[in-house]
């Protein structure tokens, strides 16, 4: 069972990054998928997540109406869209899953976590 964050990377204010979390030895079907990030010297903070049908997403206020998750269940991976990144935004960023009937919120358990990939918002 193991999940991969990847698409990290350097880019400038105000520029836009897509993560991609891919799931392998199980299917993301039927679990929720969150995001969070860790900066240099700060909490972990979670900042999305959606649900197995799509059909909800959260935000954290810091991210929100410039961050977009999604999901592609054939694909078993899920994705955060991240457009008008700030220097703030700069972080390590994870993402975890948790089945559905688990689920207690995006600051709840998550029992599977990626790698970090880490993402620098710099000009």
């Known amino acids: 069972v193991q999940l991969q964050a990847f698409g990290g990377g350097l880019v400038q204010p105000g520029g836009s990054l897509r993560l991609s979390c891919a799931a392998s030895?199980?299917?993301?079907?039927?679990?929720?998928i969150g995001w969070f990030r860790q900066a240099p010297g700060k909490e972990r903070e979670g900042i999305s997540c959606?649900?197995?049908?799509?059909?909800?997403?959260y935000y954290a206020d810091s991210v929100k109406g410039r961050f977009t998750i999604s999901r592609d269940n054939a694909k078993n991976t899920g994705y955060l869209q991240m457009d008008s990144l700030r220097p703030e935004d700069t972080a390590v960023y994870y993402c975890a899953s948790v089945h559905e009937d688990l689920w207690a919120g995006l600051d709840g358990i998550y029992d599977y976590w990626g790698q970090g990939t880490e993402v620098t918002v710099s000009s």
């Open positions: 030895g199980f299917t993301l079907d039927g679990y929720v």
């Open positions: 959606i649900i197995s049908n799509s059909d909800s997403a």
